[in-house]
């Protein structure tokens, strides 16, 4: 997905693995975006309570395209979408 079609940056979101997976956890979130480069092992346990609590994921971003659709200065290996 092109970064331009891509923007959060007035969003309400968390950014990171770990901060994405807290708001899973907190039954705080409407989705999920995952950049296609992170780390598998790193993002597999998102992918899976995300999975679990029917959260819809998408793929199909870079880190860089997501760092660059939230306004960070460095890459996002996933960005949890707020309700």
Known sequence: MA??????KKV??????????????KDQVVSVYIAEDADS????PLQQVC????IPVVSGSTME?????????????AIAILK
């Not at 309400?12 to 956890?25: L, P, T």
């Open 3 to 8: 970064a331009e079609a891509l923007n959060f």
């Open 12 to 25: 309400s979101k968390v950014i990171g693995i770990k901060q994405s997976m807290k708001a899973v956890e």
């Open 51 to 54: 999975l679990a609590r029917k």
């Open 65 to 77: 395209e997501l760092g660059v659709a939230c306004g960070i200065d460095v890459g996002a290996a």
């Open 41 to 44: 092992r790193m993002i597999l």
